[in-house]
């Protein structure tokens, strides 16, 4: 009950185009749910983040789509650009992650955007 | 731009022997966690902790892990014996916390490999 589905695993989309990433949650008690951006070497770092008192959430051209009825949520890259290249963690907690409660993380998508 | 330090970057040890990880977070934060990244897998929390004492663990963070703030700057994480299984990159976070506040600031992690 405390996972986090994420999909798909990789994903390669061409420069310009938009990406989609997708998770599902079944413990209803998360309610905050961030998305991460990894690069290699490098510890996560906050991207985005949604509530689930709102069904949308833009930021520039990360956008976070939230159903709460189907308990998903999704991260929409729109322009993609090679340098959003990267791994994108979506999360989940109970409580705001900053006030010690913990993150439950998905499995991580591969992004490559190509030229 | 304050940021989270992790050292050692990465640590090879033999099987049973005891590892510390060191991390100063950002200076005027007051929450602090340690996450592991088995390679290739999601991000996995382990602790957080909060006035001196531990506000959260994971079933990962047995006997064999411990914390501790042993002075205002550093936060360490100490592995009694490690096991093979414990080879993963380790991250320190920080958050300033407070009800309102979802973001963790994540070091660059510290590789350790167990052999």
């Known amino acids: 009950q405390q996972q986090v589905k994420q999909s798909p695993q990789s994903l390669i989309v061409q420069k310009g185009g938009i990406s989609i990433i997708n998770c599902a949650y079944e413990n209803t008690a998360f309610d905050y749910f961030p998305w991460y951006q990894q690069f290699p070497g490098k510890g996560p770092a906050l991207l985005i983040a949604i509530r689930p008192d709102v069904s949308e959430k833009k930021e520039g051209r990360f956008t976070i789509s939230f159903n709460k009825s189907a308990k998903q949520f999704s991260l929409h890259i729109m322009d993609s650009q090679p340098g959003d290249s990267a791994t994108y963690f979506c999360a989940a907690s109970e409580g705001p992650p900053g006030g010690g409660n913990k993150l439950t993380f998905g499995t991580g998508t591969q992004l490559k955007v190509e030229l | 731009e304050p940021e989270v330090t992790q050292t050692p970057s990465h640590q090879v040890t033999q099987m049973g022997q005891e590892v510390i990880l060191r991390c100063v977070p950002i200076?005027?934060?007051?929450?602090f966690y340690w996450y592991r990244q088995i390679l290739g897998q999601k991000v996995e929390f382990l602790v957080s902790?909060?006035?001196?004492?531990?506000?959260?663990k994971s079933e990962i963070f047995d006997d064999q892990f411990s914390v501790e703030r042993p002075d205002g700057s550093n936060f360490t994480l100490k592995i009694r014996s490690t096991k093979l299984e414990d080879s993963a990159m380790y991250f320190c976070?920080?958050?300033?916390?407070?009800?309102?506040?979802?973001?963790?600031?994540f070091g660059e992690g510290s590789r350790l490999t167990v052999l």
């Open positions: 200076s005027n934060h007051l929450y």
């Open positions: 902790f909060y006035n001196n004492e531990i506000s959260e």
């Open positions: 976070a920080s958050s300033l916390g407070g009800a309102n506040t979802g973001e963790l600031f």
